[in-house]
């Protein structure tokens, strides 16, 4: 299913991959993937980190590594050295494959002879039949496949860990709500603005590939101008991305677009949730673009809900519904119900759902209940079975589409020595972005902004990093002690 998929293509000679001016066939992916695994070969069964940009470099890791058997382990390139140590720790990793870019960064674990390292730029050119290439072995579908870290990278991180069969339930979902009616598969272009190391990456990477379509990636920043120059660029018909793209292209509706972006014909995207109102006036801005919003999380493999090839107008304040594999109930004090309109958790079954937490059968059974994966989110199902989400239970900022918890930022900041107390809270302003805040109690009365930013600049990738930090004299608390968490509104 996913494991062989690179070699189950029908055209290998077809376009794989667009990484900038380059282009990529999928027998150019073959040959790379079996480079990679053969450098494996040696190895022990176990995880195998990758640390590298979207691109056909991370594609043929990702494979080579889950076609030797192994479980391999995304990581965000965004992190610090202190957030890989405690990763790689934590997952027993004991290679990564990498850049020379970020060798700084893994020179300690490679003297503690902790980490082995592959560089990409040291790989040999290969020129074996992609035929040649195999899985090393039959491996159950319900084996380890893919680790992904939620819930943060310090402290008490949680390491999700699907299996073959988790993420095919999710692929396949996936592509029974994608519109490729419009387009010969051929013609097919997806422009995945999201990065590979997360779980709605990998998605959309697998999905894609189970489709044999040409996959766009890009490195540079992502701006509303260079997602336009790609799109004009690569005829680009499908982009998938966060909701901060739509947000964008809303507000500068009306105005001239200095790129042709008429191939453009569908938009798939995930994150926070959107006023039915922007959602109307994206699709009366760009009447040519189907929207096609969904709703999951890492633990779901990651899909759960998403509309059928495109959002329903009369539904825009829904995240669609349920995709195929998945069943889903309202928890309300412990009784799961389907009644439509009743408010509870949503909880949710199906094939997609995780084996578990990495070594942590605690925290596992806390989110797994009698077969049940409880989602943290509040929401109902109405009288079509529509999925509505009300609000989070988690203490979860969302950052142009990456998860920051708000405890690892009150923890890096704790441990700076600078900070007596403090609470980090995200702001929302009226087009549902989010930023990380603290308010802080200085350990002396004077304060030392700069370097509690620089410590949170060494310890946190860029946007996990408080953005607006406000002096106070009293944190309000909770009758047990806990911090009084209050959700907050830009002015």
Excluded at 188 to 202: A, N, Q
């Amino acid at each position: 299913m996913i494991r062989d998929l690179l070699l189950n293509q029908k055209n290998l000679d077809g376009i794989a991959v667009i990484d900038g001016s380059k282009h990529y066939s999928y027998r150019d992916l073959a040959q790379r993937a079996y480079t990679i695994q053969k450098q494996l070969q040696e190895k022990q069964q176990g995880s195998i980190a990758v640390f590298l940009p979207n691109g056909k470099d991370y594609i043929a890791a990702l494979f080579g590594i889950i076609m030797s058997g192994m479980t391999v382990f995304p990581l965000n390139d965004q992190l610090t050295g202190h957030e890989l140590a405690s990763l790689l720790t934590q997952a027993s990793v004991h290679t990564v494959i990498t850049s020379e870019s970020y060798g700084s960064l893994f020179i300690d674990m490679v003297e503690a002879a902790a980490i082995h390292v592959i560089y990409v730029e040291d790989l040999p050119d290969s020129s074996d039949a992609a035929e040649s290439i195999g899985v090393n072995e039959i491996i159950s579908v319900d084996a380890p496949m893919i680790l992904l870290a939620t819930s943060g990278t310090m402290g008490n991180v949680k390491i999700v860990q699907l299996s073959e069969k988790n993420v095919a339930a999710s692929v396949f979902g996936q592509i029974n709500r994608m519109d490729f009616t419009k387009t010969p598969l051929e013609e097919i272009r997806i422009f995945i603005g999201v990065p590979f190391f997360s779980s709605y990456g990998l998605l959309m990477l697998f999905s894609c590939m189970m489709q044999s379509v040409t996959i766009v990636v890009s490195k540079e920043a992502v701006t509303l101008d260079a997602i336009y120059k790609t799109i004009e660029e690569h005829k680009v018909t499908h982009l998938e991305n966060g909701m901060s793209v739509v947000l964008l292209m809303v507000q500068m509706a009306g105005r001239p677009i200095p790129y042709d972006i008429s191939s453009l014909r569908h938009f798939g995207f995930g994150g926070s949730k959107i006023s039915p109102d922007t959602l109307r006036r994206f699709t009366e801005a760009y009447p040519e673009v189907e929207l096609c919003p969904g709703y999951g999380m890492t633990e779901a493999g990651p899909l759960i809900a998403k509309f059928n090839k495109k959002i329903n107008m009369e539904k825009l304040d829904s995240a669609g519904i349920p995709v195929d594999c998945v069943e889903l109930m309202i928890d309300v004090n412990g009784v799961l119900t389907d009644t439509p309109h009743t408010i509870g958790e949503i909880v949710v079954k199906g094939p997609n759902v995780m084996t578990g937490y990495y070594k942590n059968e605690g925290e596992t059974r806390k989110i797994l209940k009698d077969g049940y994966l409880h989602t943290g989110d509040i929401g109902y199902l109405d009288e079509d079975g529509y999925l509505y989400i009300c609000g989070r239970k988690k203490n979860v900022i969302i950052v142009r589409g990456f998860n920051v918890y708000a405890e690892e930022v009150e923890e890096c900041m704790m441990n700076s020595g600078l900070v007596k107390d403090c609470i980090v809270y995200g702001e929302t302003d009226s087009f549902g972005n989010e930023t990380v805040c603290a308010d802080i109690i200085p350990v002396t009365g004077q304060v030392q902004m700069d370097k509690i930013r620089s410590h949170c600049k060494d310890h946190l990738a860029s946007y996990k990093q408080p953005q607006r930090l406000h002096i106070t004299d009293t944190i309000r608390k909770t009758a047990t002690g806990k911090t009084e968490r209050v959700k907050r509104e830009v002015q």
